[in-house]
């Protein structure tokens, strides 16, 4: 299975296309606590632990660590939020290939060429290895990483004349 990911500071964006065709889509929240939640009723209760550091999805917490920074790209909440996301979409737990994105300013460098030391520490930060306490988590197989917006415009690129422009505005998720 094949999941586009948007890996955005505020939401975590999946998409993907079911076997009949039909493309699916899911919006998780980033809003994790640096510890283990406690259970109330029936709610179920995602904790996780990740490099040894014990993380719980808590949408009122306000303790959530911040996700608004580039260096959420490359964090251990980012893993735990993607491997959220994925558990809460529907898809059944599996391996999985992932295309995610970076900020344009950490795809490319100075000289607009793939920064591929970013590239490589974005990939390697999704092969962790994470726990569900008392869950099973996806597997990660293969990871692609491509510029944030770019790929939104890649068709219309290709139908534009050599002497028109394309603006992409990213207005991020709704939250």
């Known amino acids: 299975m094949l999941v586009f990911i948007d890996d955005g500071s ?35 209760v995602f ?14 917490s306000p303790d959530a660590v911040v996700t608004t920074n580039i260096a959420w790209q490359y964090s251990d909440v980012n893993v735990v939020a993607v491997h959220h ?16 994105t970076l900020p344009l300013t950490e ?14 520490r974005k990939k390697a930060n999704f092969r962790k290895k994470i726990i569900l306490n008392g ?13 944030e917006s770019i790929p939104a415009g890649y068709e219309a690129l290709q139908e534009l004349d050599e002497l028109d422009s394309l603006l992409i505005i990213d207005l991020g998720a709704p939250h």
């Open 10 to 44: 505020t939401n975590i964006k999946l998409q993907w296309q079911e076997s009949d065709g039909t493309i699916k889509q899911h919006i998780s929240p980033n809003s994790f606590k640096r510890e283990w939640a406690v259970s109330f009723g029936d709610k179920k």
């Open 135 to 147: 869950g099973d988590t996806f597997t990660i197989k293969d990871v692609k990483v491509m510029p």
């Open 107 to 120: 795809y490319y460098d100075r000289n607009n060429q793939p920064n591929t030391e970013n590239i490589e």
């Open 85 to 100: 996301a994925l558990l809460t979409s529907g898809l059944p737990v599996s391996e999985v290939d992932i295309v995610c």
């Open 47 to 60: 904790n996780y632990t990740l490099n040894g550091e014990q993380y719980s999805f808590d949408p009122i």
